[in-house]
């Protein structure tokens, strides 16, 4: 007797045939054999139909556990379902532990693309490298059997050519304020980290440029600076181990690898705490960042700065229990609020409702006096350095020429007398 088959939608048990035939087999006439007595389809079909079941019953449960949960909605933390009522709620002192999660529209006002924009986005702007697709560039495997298209990229994308953006700033004055728990970002380009923000303060979820790693046999890792000085000073097609030859990366997360170390730690220590999460500037599609939103706990308002809504729940996947998502528009959203439009005119306007207009604008100048000033420094040692080079270059042609000259002096004075010479003296 063959094993049991799974459940039709009445719930009664399918069998498999009476006698050893194969389910789902043929007879040596090529006919078709059917797996039991009744007309239930097996093979492909019957387990199509099982997965159907399963799904239904996934589905009955999951409508279940959603109809539960609005039953048992938490009450309305913010007066308000709009940015106005997310500033009384942190001027009340009810945001402690502030959670802010960031893509890379944050960053388009700094110069820096960001990935799916038509157009303008990083995607459709790699179309230039002949890849095979627009993600090849960030895959582990082609990297590794094809590493310079992406040293080219990482010089248009280097940390230290983009000035930080009013959005990073405002994260760096609620660090200053005692209210960021933690910033949990998607982006590469360091410019948190530039406009001030501790490096304890940021979880990079796909890695960053500050620290680069041995891909070979020895795992050293290298600093920022030096990855740099290959990159732009020597002008290297692919950076390589000092050690054993083995190619280098930043420690950016390419698909295929895994999340950096203190990724999950944080997220199963930090969000439970979270009593604001502000979310911008990301489409909230990759995973599994865009399932942070989902891990705060459910009375913890949530704030999305954006130039369009994201995040929002998928009906299907509520249907399976598989997630909440954003809930903007519903009658029974009681904590999530959208704010349309840019990142840095959002981190503004909030700034301006809670009274820190004038801070956020002193750090905002502070910081990128600091950065003209640093980028001219450097500038200027770039050309002294360059300017040494040459006058050293000039120096050894000079001695070249000098020597050259010196030599065919002494040549001369080796040769036979002239003719007429020797006429003169007899």
């Known amino acids: 007797m063959a094993d049991e088959q799974g459940s039709t939608e009445e719930g009664k048990q399918v069998s498999g045939s009476d006698d050893d035939t194969p389910q ?46 609005v039953k048992e909605k938490p009450p309305q933390v913010l007066e308000t379902l709009d940015i106005e009522g997310v500033a009384k709620y942190i001027e009340d002192g009810k945001a402690k532990n502030i959670v802010i999660m960031t893509g890379a529209g944050i960053s388009t006002s700094a110069g820096i693309p960001d990935f799916r924009s038509p157009s303008s986005g990083l995607y459709d702007n790699l179309q230039k490298y002949n890849l095979p697709t627009p993600q090849s560039m ?8 094809n590493p310079e298209p992406f040293y080219t990229l990482a010089r248009e994308l280097y940390p230290g050519k983009f000035k930080p953006t009013p959005c990073h700033y405002f994260m760096q004055l609620l660090s200053k304020k005692g209210l960021l728990l933690r910033h949990f970002t998607q982006n590469i380009d360091t410019l948190d980290r530039m406009a001030g923000l501790p490096g304890h303060k940021i979880v990079e979820a796909h890695g960053s440029f500050h620290v680069s790693h041995c891909l070979g046999d020895c795992k050293r890792e ?35 690898e ?7 730690p ?10 604001l999460a502000i979310i ?3 489409s909230l599609v990759v995973q599994p960042f865009a399932s942070l939103i989902d891990r705060v706990p459910r009375e913890c308002p949530r704030l999305l700065i954006n130039m369009e809504k994201s995040g929002q729940a998928d009906p299907f996947m509520q249907m399976l229990g598989l997630g909440r998502g954003m809930d903007f528009d519903s009658e029974d959203n009681y904590r999530d609020v959208a704010w349309i439009g840019t990142c840095d005119d959002g981190c503004f306007e909030l700034a301006k409702l809670l009274g820190w207009k004038d801070e956020l604008d002193t750090l905002i100048k502070n910081g990128h006096g600091e950065f003209d000033a640093k980028k001219q420094e450097a500038a200027q040692a770039s050309q002294t350095k360059d300017s040494t080079k040459e006058t050293q270059a000039e120096k050894q042609e000079a001695g070249s020429q000098g020597s ?20 003169k003296e007899e």
């Open 24 to 69: 789902g087999g043929s007879t040596e006439e090529g006919e078709q054999v059917s797996g039991s007595d009744d007309d239930t389809p097996q093979g492909a079909t019957g387990l199509l139909s099982a997965l159907l079941s399963q799904l239904n019953l996934q589905r009955s449960q999951g409508a279940a556990e959603t109809a539960e949960a």
């Open 280 to 282: 911008m500037g990301t």
């Open 266 to 275: 944080r997220v199963k220590e930090d969000l439970p705490k979270c009593d």
């Open 138 to 145: 960030f895959e582990i495997g082609f990297f590794m059997s």
């Open 222 to 256: 290298y600093s920022e600076q030096w990855m740099k000085d290959k990159i732009f000073e020597e002008q290297v097609e692919v950076v390589r181990c000092e050690d054993c030859g083995g190619l280098v990366k930043p420690d950016i997360v390419f698909f295929g």
């Open 258 to 264: 895994a999340m950096p170390d203190d990724f999950h």
């Open 404 to 423: 050259s000259a010196g030599s065919e002096d002494n040549s001369d004075k080796g040769h036979p007398p002239d003719i007429e010479e020797t006429k």
